[in-house]
């Protein structure tokens, strides 16, 4: 089941990170630092071990801190303008209009409640309707431009061969937990999610009034276990090459005929000779699937998805099921208000919009320049290091630098927003989600053929993150990261080097981390090494996935070092770029203290407190399982034990715990 759930990670105030202007200078409080502690010892605790033990987790959260729950004053802000825009009358197919009217149709509960399963018996009465192989796949294709996506997984992106075009891709889908990994192991964790997930289906075929709810749920989770068999693993999926499969779709439609491939393009009103099959061992057995499997089996399997599609727009009973199931997931003890489930419904799918009225109201346009700054002097320092590499030849090195000066740097917002289409009613809140999911279909399709569109943004302005995308070589820093504790344009470089230079330094090095490192300046994926130096490298980013899966968290569970070795690679090189970069401005140079701390102490400090994070042990589980990032605790404690500076300032001896003898510090970048 093709269905991801949003909860609102939430955020408490970081009182103890507030800053304190003096002057021209804004300087952190680094208050609450663990003398007992030693910083060799550990430094993520030494600095926010204070704040860890008196931090509270809220009922309505999975944890507390920097990074994604710092989106929580975001959505506050958006919240604020939402309600607002909401109480004014706006020009049709304005931005106000839009995400005022939008949000208007979501907060009327009552009109919601009232209709209940209703918005979605015609969907229902189109499955009952299907008769063969051939009728399932019309209404699988139908379905995929109202968001409702189950089995087959479509999306527009450049050709990894030619990235001057964008061409269609089909990936692995089919799934409702999490991972396929969920599907097969039987620890007492997973077991729990698999429980829930089977009540969760359970209590959504029994408020459609459908017969059998409990046995159908089994059914469903049966189909999926088939699928998730066929899934390549996580980590499997990092290999970029292994990933791609160009095909011929006339071949293919021969190869696979219960697909039917040529008929679904022709459906779909999409002219392609090749498509990309990203899994083709999950399309195998899907066709395989499509005859071995009853056609009654296929509607309880095609009703649970369009059912845990919309669960979040239907009435209250049905989200209250879809919040059951998180609670396993994900810890939190009760919802979010409606209001901050409405902010992230919105910006999810009007966020470009919501976006252009939180840049006007909150964004400081000074912010920009001083970021492109930092982002400036981090290229310089990256290619400092390029040039003093021990492991690296000269020719791959001249490659290197060519892509590493031909990243395009976003920042804040798009320079060319993107707009919405669709008609936006107040009283209307189910088909205002389905116009923009299929405004957002339509979108996507258009750019099939075509070149990539580079002024577009993959994530909207509020949203507190940062990336690099490959195939356009581009890196991009939204306006809602550009805050502290990350980013303050009053603070002192010392604390800003260390919390948006590393981020800065960390989307860098993604442009040659294992995975980037396979896209050539251009963004196509072509070897741009001597098969020497490649060698080498990945026999360094072996050295990186063995260090990483000795950590662990929660007393026993490893990370997965082959799943997180390109955010480890990322966050290694990320301080050592940053740090560089920081030691060539004035107080780089300098050793004046502030606050008793000196210029390099508060660069460190900066970088433990921008991931102090503190969440419950369900989220951390998941997280470990699913995500390609390493828990916060080792984002700084593992590349800190590689970094030769860091053991200079703060006195790193043999004997302290976190000590790595020189020959054993990692160094890739």
Known sequence: ?????????????????????NSSKSKIDFDGISENIKPGDNFFEHVNKVWLDSAVIADDQSGVGSYSFLNIPQKKLLENILTEVSAESYKIGSVEQMVGDFYSS???????NKRGFEPLQVTFNKIEAINSVASLITFVIGEMSSGNRSIISMYVAPDNENSKVNMLHFGQSGLGLPDRDYYFKTDEATVAVKNAYKKYLTTLFNLSAQKD?????????????????SHKTRIERRDVKANYHKMDVAELSK??????????????????DSIDIAQPDYYKELNAMLASISMKDWKTYLKAHTLSTYDDVLSKPFETANFEYSKVLYGQD?????????VQKVDRLLGFALGQLYVKRHFNEDAKKRVLDLVNNLQKAFENRINQLDWMSDVTKKQAKEKLYTITKK????????????????????????????????????????????????????TVTAYYNPPLNEIVFPAGILQFPYFDITADDAVNYGGIGMVIGHELTHAFDDQGAQFDKDGNVKNWWTADDYTKF?????LMIDRYSSFTVLDSLHIKGALTVGENTADNGGIAIAYDAFKLTEQ???????QGYTPDQRFFLSIARIWRVKTRDAYLTNYIKTNSHSPPIWRVNGPLMNFDPFYEVFNVQPGDKNYKPTAERIKIW
């Open 1 to 21: 089941m093709k269905k991801t759930l949003y909860y609102t990670l939430l955020l408490a105030a970081l009182a103890s990170c507030t800053a304190v202007n």
């Open 106 to 112: 979501g907060m009327d509960t009552v009109s919601i």
């Open 213 to 229: 709810a409990e046995k159908k749920a089994e059914i469903v989770y049966e189909i999926e276990k088939k699928l998730a068999a």
């Open 255 to 272: 190869s696979e005929s219960n697909i039917g491939w040529t008929a679904l393009l022709a459906q779909l009103n999409i002219k392609a």
């Open 334 to 342: 009760s919802q979010n208000t409606r209001a901050q489930l409405m």
């Open 411 to 462: 920042i804040g917002y798009p320079d060319v927003w993107r707009t919405y289409t669709a008609e936006i009613k107040k009283d209307a809140y189910f088909e205002n989600v389905v116009a923009l999911y299929q405004n957002a279909y339509q979108y996507n399709i258009a750019k099939l053929n075509s070149p990539p569109n580079r002024d577009e943004w993959e994530t909207t302005p509020a």
């Open 538 to 542: 990945k026999a360094k980013t072996q």
């Open 588 to 594: 780089g140079k300098g050793d004046t203290k502030i």
